[in-house]
């Protein structure tokens, strides 16, 4: 049976009360078309373009037809509506995608690459082009009257922060719920433990994962994680798979080098950064007048100034140690700056300025400390309250890279009351961060994730 | 026919070709490589055929094919035989914000693009005001990254001569416009 024929068959198929579950259309065979138009799939062989070979990264339909098909634009450049209508226009995409032109014999534009199919790559293209952008497209954890999210859990060691994310994100989706759910659909929050669980699900929320393997699957299997509470060490794409909600290590640096030169000025005091972890290159220009240093074994460091300013970047409990014998006997530091989320010993005399940099606006912090609860399960109410509304904005036809699209074009959604979302094409996170002066001990961030 | 017209006529085998544009007034400013090194943009034109296009590594749609595009015209710098101005590609960040030189490397190996002045390609970056003065010289700055225009320009400083195209310009008509540039 040729592509074309089998196309036509589908279509009919497609159209037919009687063609139970696509009825002799294999339904790998639609995953594999699914699979090939979303790019979880590489094409046999690199499509031509303009005479060049096109990488496989960079061939998927969905880059330029969009996730419902619809089509879009770039600059001058704009790829059209590939949805299918009618049955005439059943052998549309095989005619457009391997000889470049319409059903009319009429040239595309040059910027369409040209594919060479395999006769199977021909027939799952055909079997799941019907489907494309209609309501009866099937997403994963998606059913007509829920849609299931994941919050990530693998290691138990770790499981409170996680537990409390899921008992924050289950407060958000059941006020969603009780409000009618989002376009019909009620949101379920489950603990997934696993890369091969997390597939299960439409997309991850609030979760904490450095797993590489997790990693590798969100991009394979289009998982997005919304509004995930990593602390990652470099600033991700703003275009992955991951949109953070908490900001960079370097994002809370950066702050902290600029309270540290404000603040050492106004107290008089000669600033020292200990970078154990070495988040600060030694040519950032924010250093300004701060000293660093990269040990915090006390013997390697040079004698203390008399007014010591100190900026901690180092996890404990090595940095609780450095802490102490700095302000060993009647010594102390009149400001001490550390990050929540690296817990910070608070080993300092009352006279110490002791300022903490959050990884989240202030206002959520005083939101859990209102509430009662740990500040983690505040963190889960924002990520789920941020992806209620992202999929509330994503219409009722849902795929993960519209909900990714939309959660950040949330800028200016506060998700917790005094705390907005900074998400921007060039912002890949969520949040910026602040800085808090409550004591340490009323925060909760003390487990890092 | 008189030469320049020729070479116009020649080049217009790309059909959205503006032959002999106003030459653009290039910026004397440091841009960044893909290695974080910085480069004079002047001095790379000074004495060389170049052909410039505008990219962001954030980019999926068009992006992808300009620089396979580049990938395959490096292919075939031999095609243009023995030219008084080496032939050099130049793909400008028009997103600074994203664009490190960092993200351009790894971009840069998605397509198996071999960079540097020997090779005959660079990537390059910079902050966001100096990359703003240098893409508005090339009519290629938009308020929004997504809307920018798919623009090539080739030229040859030394003869004065310069082409922009937009859409999807061939390694053919890259090629050929090199050729045309340089002649």
């Known amino acids: ?449 | 026919m008189k030469r320049r017209s020729f070479l116009a006529a020649s080049a217009c085998a790309v059909s959205s070709v503006l032959a002999q544009p106003k030459a653009p007034v290039v910026p004397d400013v440091s841009l960044l490589d893909e290695q974080g090194r910085s480069v004079r943009l002047r001095s790379l034109l000074v004495d060389r055929t170049v052909a410039i296009n505008f990219i962001y590594t954030g980019c999926s749609s068009f992006c992808p094919p300009q620089t396979a595009v580049f990938r395959a015209t490096q292919e075939r710098f031999a095609e243009l035989g023995k030219v008084a101005h080496a032939p050099l590609l130049l793909s400008l960040s028009i997103d600074p914000l994203n664009d490190s030189p960092k993200a351009l490397a790894q971009y840069a190996a998605r397509f198996d693009a071999k960079l540097g002045l020997a090779q005959g390609w660079m990537m390059l970056t910079g902050d966001p005001a100096t990359l703003e003065r240098t893409t508005r010289a090339f009519g290629a700055s938009s308020a929004r990254v997504d809307d920018h225009p798919v623009q090539l320009w080739v030229g040859c400083a030394p003869k004065s001569r310069w082409f922009s195209t937009t859409g999807l310009a061939s390694a053919d008509d890259v090629l050929r416009l090199m050729k045309a540039a340089a002649a």
């Open chain 1, 1 to 449: 049976m040729t592509p074309f024929r089998l196309i036509a068959l589908l279509w009919a198929c497609a159209m037919t009360a009687a063609c139970n579950a696509w009825g002799q259309v294999p339904a790998s065979l639609v995953e594999q078309g699914r699979a090939l138009y979303f790019g979880t799939q590489k094409f046999s062989k690199s499509p031509h373009i303009a005479g060049a070979s096109l990488p496989a990264s960079a061939s998927a339909c969905v880059n330029c037809h969009g996730a419902l098909g619809a089509g879009g634009r770039e600059g001058v450049q704009a790829a059209p509506d590939i949805t299918l209508r009618t049955a005439a226009e059943s052998n549309r995409w095989l005619v457009a995608a391997m000889q470049g032109k319409t059903l009319k014999d009429r040239p595309l534009n040059t910027s369409m690459p040209r594919y060479r199919l395999s006769p199977e790559e021909q027939a799952a293209l055909a079997a799941y082009a019907p489907l494309l952008g209609s309501a009866a497209d099937t997403v994963r954890g998606v059913t007509s009257n829920e849609v299931v999210l994941g919050v990530y859990m693998p290691d138990t060691a770790k499981a409170q922060p996680s537990t409390d994310i899921l008992a924050g994100v289950t407060l958000a989706f059941a006020r969603a719920n009780a409000q009618g759910g989002v376009h019909g659909r009620k949101l379920r929050a489950i603990a997934v433990h696993s890369p091969e669980e997390a597939r299960s699900v439409f997309a991850l929320v609030g979760s904490l994962h450095q797993d590489p393997a997790l990693e590798e699957s969100l991009t394979a299997s289009r998982l997005p994680s919304m509004a995930a509470l990593t602390l990652s060490m470099e600033g991700v794409k703003a275009s992955g798979w991951t949109a953070p909600l908490l900001p960079s290590l370097q994002e809370q640096a950066q702050l902290m080098l600029r309270a540290l030169n404000a603040r050492s000025a106004e107290l008089g005091c000669t600033p020292w950064l200990i970078d154990t972890l070495q988040v600060v290159s030694a040519q950032d220009p924010a250093l300004g007048a701060v000293q660093r240093f990269t040990s915090n074994e006390p013997a390697s460091l040079p004698s203390r100034p008399a007014r010591l300013c100190l900026g901690m970047l180092s996890t404990q409990p090595r940095s609780a140690k450095l802490l102490e014998a700095l302000t060993s006997g009647d010594q102390s530091v009149p400001l001490l700056i550390s990050l929540a989320a690296l817990g910070i010993a608070t080993a300092h005399s009352s006279s110490t300025v002791h300022l903490h940099v959050l990884p989240a606006p202030s206002a959520v912090a005083a939101h859990a400390d209102a509430a009662g609860q740990s500040m983690w399960v505040s963190l889960g109410q924002a990520a789920g309250n941020a992806v209620v509304e992202a999929l509330a904005r994503s219409g009722s036809r849902l795929q993960p890279e519209i909900a990714l699209a939309k959660l950040r074009e949330l800028s200016g959604y506060a998700p917790l009351d005094g705390a907005p979302l900074v998400w921007s094409r060039t912002h890949a996170h969520g949040w910026p961060p602040s800085i808090w002066t409550v004591p340490a001990q009323l925060i909760g961030l003390r487990q890092s994730p």
